[in-house]
């Protein structure tokens, strides 16, 4: 399976500021999936990536909030800006080939301020 | 609509007893079920899965389930626990053909013993 590789692991900031969040595989891959995880729930779709193509967001996300950018088939960024407390969670990114199970990297950890 | 429910929240086990962490789902398609693991501080990890081929699905680390169904059920075994076990547990659910959209269970966390 792929490996995924996130940046930052980890991360505290102060609200009103924003952060982009890196998601790097090791092969090529059509689509790339961004999750978040709020503390002690469970995970949450924001959006589907595919190379190209602007980002299909789920409903409650936007693309203003949560910016996204696939600019080839290994890579991908998602943008958490203007923070607040609430956006405090595990953001996670995913790969996935047609009829094939995601493959999870180890998420990003923020925190607001 | 698809849709899982994770029956327990929290299942507690002694290091060495059976492990049963219940799902059920709900799905308008012929779906696929995946059970992924947790570790504290880690991303999520594939178990197992199922798409429509054995019901039995034998996945990493001694873990199986059975898809039954008749119940809407997908429950995850394992014979004898491990305290390296003690992790949260996520049912899946998706539609089996081309790129899958997951709709994830609420979790249950396994607590092992000694």
């Known amino acids: 399976s792929a490996v995924i590789s996130q940046k930052p692991s980890r991360d505290i900031c102060q609200r009103g500021t924003s952060l982009t969040i890196q998601c790097q595989v090791d092969?090529?891959?059509?689509?790339m999936f961004w999750y978040r995880q709020q503390p002690g729930q469970s995970l949450t779709l924001i959006a589907t990536a595919n190379q190209g193509s602007e980002a299909t967001y789920e409903s409650g996300f936007v693309i203003d909030k949560f910016p996204i950018s696939r600019p080839n088939l290994t890579f991908s960024t998602l943008t958490v800006s203007n923070m607040s407390p609430e956006d405090s969670s595990i953001y996670l990114c995913?790969?996935?080939?047609?009829?094939?199970?995601?493959?999870f990297g180890d998420g990003t950890r923020l925190s607001i301020l | 609509a698809q849709s899982v429910t994770q029956l327990d929240s929290h299942v507690s086990v002694s290091e060495g007893t059976p492990v049963l962490l219940r799902c059920n789902y709900s799905?308008?398609?012929?779906?696929?079920l995946f059970w992924y693991v947790q570790h504290p501080n880690k991303g999520l990890q594939l178990l197992l899965k199922?798409?429509?081929?054995?019901?039995l699905v034998k996945g990493i680390n001694g873990f199986e389930a059975e898809f039954k169904k008749s119940e809407t059920s997908f429950h995850l075994t394992k014979p004898s626990a491990h305290m390296s076990d003690a992790a949260e547990y996520f049912c899946v659910v998706s539609e089996n053909t081309g790129f899958q959209k997951l709709v994830f269970g609420t979790g249950t966390r396994l607590l092992v013993s000694p």
């Open positions: 799905s308008s398609y012929s779906p696929s």
């Open positions: 092969s090529q891959v059509t689509m």
């Open positions: 995913s790969v996935g080939g047609e009829n094939q199970p995601q493959h």
């Open positions: 199922y798409t429509s081929a054995a019901t």
